[in-house]
C-alpha cells in the first residue's frame, strides 16, 4: 500500500493524464472503515468520475515463530 502522500500525488497525476477524455475510476478501500473514509475524502474533491468501495479487508498475520 502506498503512503497517503504518494496516493494523493499518483491521484493527481491520473487526473491530469485522463483529463476528462475517459472515465476514472479510484478505489478507496484500506484495512479498515475509518481508514477507507479517509481515503473517500480525500477523493471527493477532485475530478473522479466513479469511486470503487469494498468492505474494508484485513491482514492475516501468522502468530507462530518461524
Given at each position: 500500500?502506498?503512503?497517503?502522500?504518494?496516493?494523493?500525488?499518483?491521484?493527481?497525476?491520473?487526473?491530469?493524464?485522463v483529463?476528462?477524455?475517459?472515465?476514472?475510476?479510484?478505489?478507496?478501500?484500506?484495512?479498515?472503515?475509518?481508514?477507507?473514509?479517509?481515503?473517500?475524502?480525500?477523493?471527493?474533491?477532485?475530478?473522479?468520475?466513479y469511486?470503487?468501495?469494498?468492505?474494508?479487508?484485513?491482514?492475516?498475520?501468522?502468530?507462530?515463530?518461524?
Amino acid at each position: 500500500m502506498l503512503p497517503q502522500r504518494v496516493a494523493t500525488q499518483v491521484l493527481d497525476v491520473a487526473v491530469e493524464q485522463v483529463a476528462g477524455r475517459l472515465p476514472l475510476l479510484v478505489g478507496v478501500e484500506d484495512t479498515g472503515t475509518r481508514r477507507t473514509l479517509n481515503n473517500l475524502m480525500n477523493v471527493a474533491h477532485r475530478s473522479v468520475d466513479y469511486v470503487v468501495v469494498t468492505a474494508p479487508f484485513y491482514q492475516a498475520y501468522d502468530t507462530q515463530d518461524p
